[in-house]
């Protein structure tokens, strides 16, 4: 029971990942490979702040900044320098290796006998692992009451039609570009401070956590669509956060039939690749049910 419960508690915090990513990949229909960069970098700067004995919410916060810089730079390599879009996040995920390096100073630190926001006297009288249920629960359901409200008011609404179509955005008056920097900054911001919070959780910051995270992320868009199928907007925001605690009870799952945790990657990997796959799974038996049922009738 201890470890479903860790499971749904990592789950919740990785969901900020997903609903993150749901905004530029899905929103904006961006492919935006900054988010590798960004989460290590809120990662090392939230670690390294409460090192040196900065206060671990303030941490967190600057961790969202410096996250939504890294998504200004890769806007703006975009929109202003006109490089492909792949290319621009490629471009500021390697910068943010050498920058994760100069900020923490070595490959990794530790939070060993350091105050988190898991350091709560409120988080310490709750039940075994549900410090992260908890935290979880709260730090995604302001992110996605936020993020629903935003998407309702006009410059929202502006965002989504850039997404939708840009060309008719730009002819009756929206700057896409500013609205596709502005959905960058946010989600890489979102990003960097999902990364400064599992840290803390994990207790450390290493120079190579970002690698794969973009599939951990996806993973939670594609399984809450296939569970859920067609949402309103407010409504897939939710499945993403389900699609996520529904990722980590695979992983466990398959965890739990003898995979060592060094397989991890690869399992991701499957489970996207899987899960992305279910819809033409789906409508190819559709097809051959109807031919069955065409034939029988036919005879």
Known sequence: MSIIVSSIGQGLLWAVLGVALFLTFRILNFPDMTVEGSFPLGAATAVTMISHGINPYLATLTALIIGSIAGLVTGLLYTKGKIPILLAGILVMTASLSINLRIMGSANISLLNQKS??????????????????????????????????LQTEIGQAFIATGDNANMAQSIGIKTDRMT??????????????????????????????????????????????????????????????????????????????????????????????????????????????IKKGVTRHD
Not at 206 to 213: R, V
């Open 181 to 290: 920097i502005m959905g960058l900054m946010l989600s890489n911001g979102l990003i960097a401070l999902g990364g400064a919070v599992i840290a803390q959780n994990n207790g450390y910051a290493d120079i190579n956590m970002g690698i794969g995270i973009i599939v951990i992320a996806l993973a939670s868009i594609i399984i809450g669509e296939v569970a859920f199928g067609d949402l309103s907007l407010n409504g897939r925001l939710v499945a993403v956060i389900v699609g996520s605690i529904l990722y980590r009870l695979v992983l466990l799952a398959v965890l739990s039939l003898g995979f060592s945790t060094n397989d991890l990657n690869l399992i991701s990997a499957i489970v996207l690749a899987v899960a992305m796959m279910l819809p033409q799974l789906r409508k190819a038996l559709k097809f051959d049910t109807v």
């Open 117 to 150: 926001i898991f350091s709560s006297p409120i988080l310490q009288h709750l039940p075994k692992n549900f410090d992260s249920v908890f935290v979880g629960f709260i730090i995604i359901t302001i992110i996605t009451l936020s993020l629903m409200f935003f």
